[in-house]
């Protein structure tokens, strides 16, 4: 997770709020071609690489990780090298070629384009407005603070192409093309899947955290860091949990799974720690029958809890980084 603004307007400090907490390791600020880019590194895979990464004229500024970087580039340090290396040999068709997670931006001055690309499932924010000016974050609070206006999110799946001059769309791309036929008849390539997808996502540098429920999820994925022995530090909050399900998983994970507690108390802190220090966000129900609201996302105990579980983590082992 890293954080990213861009902007051929001045970016006041202010819009650097919620977006810096993102990337912990390194504010970077450069302006290159009348563009100022500023980037927030959370350092987890390779070297530490200083972004935006400039070379012929093509400015790469990324949030995510690539997981394949070493297939593209075996000698990439780090996993941005592999994405301005693939771009330049294949250009964004070679976007397509990226294992990840991922939201990308890319200044080609040479070609006079602006390319911006999400993974398959935009599991990375990011907002944008090419027009007169052009504003980009992982945050649109920053977009808003540079340039009042409204913003759009890159969807899903999406490389999009602007021109640099006109600020045109010039092409749309998928960057994958699903087939939802099925064909298996058993579970055995979905384990198969499974498993390579945690194991992948599997911190270079640091043990991970996983928020452990009694439900599928998270007992999924804490079945598969135990049974390749990948160390890992496991937090359950047993509160509106299956308890014997629970007792059953720290039984098998031993001392490396803790139970802590969420307390009125720390209901109060946590949700002011959220509001002030984190984006607005909401859980939208409106799609449900029987729900069919919105909820601050900052009241529900889910975000709370998870909240809790990551500062008193932090707190005790500073070196985690990435979150399962």
């Given at each position: 997770m890293c954080g990213i603004i861009i902007s051929d307007l001045v970016i006041p400090?202010?819009?650097?709020?919620?977006?810096?907490?993102?990337?912990?390791?390194?504010?970077?600020?450069?302006?290159?071609?009348?563009?100022?880019?500023?980037?927030?590194?959370?350092?987890?895979?390779?070297?530490?690489?200083?972004?935006?990464?400039?070379?012929?004229?093509?400015?790469?500024?990324?949030?995510?990780?690539i997981y394949n970087y070493k297939e593209i580039l075996p000698d990439a340090n780090s996993d941005v090298e592999s994405i301005l290396h693939i771009y330049k040999e294949k250009g964004v068709e070679g976007l397509k070629e990226l294992d990840g997670e991922f939201a990308i931006v890319i200044f080609d001055f040479n070609r006079n384009e602006i390319i911006l690309s999400s993974d398959i499932f935009h599991t990375k924010p990011l907002f944008y407005r090419i027009d007169e000016h052009i504003v980009i974050s992982s945050y649109e609070s920053a977009c808003q603070i540079i340039n009042k206006n409204t913003y759009k999110s890159i969807n899903p799946n999406e490389i999009i192409v602007f021109d640099l001059f006109t600020r045109e769309l010039k092409q749309k791309l998928d960057i994958y093309?699903?087939?939802?036929?099925?064909?298996?008849?058993?579970?055995?390539?979905?384990?198969?899947?499974?498993?390579?997808?945690?194991?992948?996502?599997?911190?270079e540098h640091c043990k991970p955290l996983v928020t452990l429920s009694s439900g599928l999820d998270s007992g999924a994925i804490a079945c598969c860091l135990n049974k390749f022995n990948k160390p890992s530090v496991f937090v359950?909050?047993?509160?509106?949990?299956?308890?014997?399900?629970?007792?059953?998983?720290?039984?098998?994970?031993?001392n490396t799974h803790k139970f802590i507690d969420l307390t009125s108390n720390d209901k109060s802190y946590y949700f002011n720690h959220l509001s002030n220090n984190s984006e607005p966000c909401i859980w939208d129900w409106r799609y449900h029958k029987r729900l069919n609201h919105i909820d601050n996302a900052f009241n529900m105990c889910t975000m709370m809890s998870k909240s809790k579980i990551i500062t008193l983590t932090k707190s005790n082992e500073p070196d985690i980084?990435?979150?399962?």
């Open positions: 400090k202010n819009a650097y709020k919620f977006v810096e907490k993102r990337g912990p390791d390194n504010t970077n600020e450069i302006s290159y071609q009348d563009i100022n880019f500023v980037h927030f590194l959370l350092h987890l895979t390779g070297k530490i690489t200083l972004q935006p990464l400039i070379e012929n004229n093509i400015v790469c500024i990324f949030n995510g990780e093309e699903f087939d939802l036929e099925q064909k298996n008849n058993n579970y055995e390539d979905y384990i198969t899947a499974f498993e390579k997808a945690v194991i992948k996502r599997y911190p359950s909050i047993p509160k509106n949990e299956h308890i014997p399900t629970l007792i059953s998983r720290s039984k098998i994970l031993g980084k990435f979150l399962f």
